[in-house]
């Protein structure tokens, strides 16, 4: 499979990052695809053949055993590097304040409370970890049962609770046992408290104002929604 981009797609330069460094243990477990060519130049990548279907949409999507394995498959990836960086949650604290400035339908009293949440956290330093950042069913193949993993376009070092985010408010907002199943494939619960709910702010936030500059009416709605949740719990 071939995969390419313009100048002003940053993931194929995420994506060749995370195939060049990152993928070997989902590879040697049948995971994900092996890169059999790249270019920088040309902004080109040839990856193997991955057999299956996506999950999303199908049955695999809600079954606990193949959410047991997304999680498992997750940990492979997580656990190979992990940094220490004391100014990560400050940079993103200041970074979605900017982006509260801009156009959205947020309600103006949502706006205010988001703002205060944010300038009231103190972040702590953050453990950074090698995240795919957009762990879900659209990205996993199902192959006779067995999960595969595509499209690292938005691979970068971050929390690993990070990975967990939308997850959380798709297919675990109405099947706890599909979290369940998904934490005892990773062997533990990466969130943390406060950092967690910040997290999720920040994913609504990015999700309402993104969605809305795009104009993608139903992701708009769950950023929204995302956002209701997380406020109505602060």
């Not at 995969?3 to 002003?8: L, M, P, S």
């Not at 079954?63 to 492979?76: S, T, V, Y």
């Not at 004391?86 to 947020?106: C, D, M, N, S, W």
């Not at 959380?168 to 979290?179: F, G, N, S, T, Y």
Request: hydrophobic share 40%; net charge negative; glycine share 8%.
């Amino acid at each position: 499979m071939a995969k390419t981009g313009g100048e002003e797609n940053h993931h194929i330069v995420r994506e060749l990052l995370a195939h060049r460094r990152y993928t070997g243990p989902l590879i040697e477990a049948g995971k994900a695809a092996k890169l059999l060519h790249a270019s920088d130049s040309l902004r080109l990548m040839i990856l193997d053949f991955q057999p299956g279907e996506l999950s999303a949409g199908r049955e695999y999507e809600f079954d606990p055993e193949f959410h047991r394995q997304a999680g498992a498959a997750l940990k492979l990836l997580h656990s190979q590097a992990q940094c220490l960086d004391p100014g990560y949650e400050a940079r993103l604290t200041q970074k979605f304040l900017v982006l509260l400035e801009r156009e959205h339908r947020i309600e103006p009293a949502a706006c205010r409370q988001i703002e205060q949440m944010l300038r009231s956290y103190e972040p702590q330093p953050a453990v950074l970890v090698p995240t795919h950042g957009d762990w879900q069913p659209r990205n996993w193949l199902a192959d006779q049962g067995e999960l595969r993993v595509i499209d690292f376009g938005r691979f970068e070092f971050r929390p690993a609770a990070s990975d967990l985010a939308r997850l959380a408010v798709q297919q675990w907002r109405v099947r706890p046992d599909l979290e369940a199943a998904f934490l005892q494939g990773y062997g533990h619960d990466p969130r943390e408290g406060e950092a967690w709910r910040i997290m999720q702010l920040r994913e609504g936030l990015g999700t309402a104002v993104w969605a809305h500059q795009v104009g993608d009416r139903d992701f708009e709605a769950q950023g929204l929604q995302m956002l209701a949740e997380t406020l109505a719990q602060a």
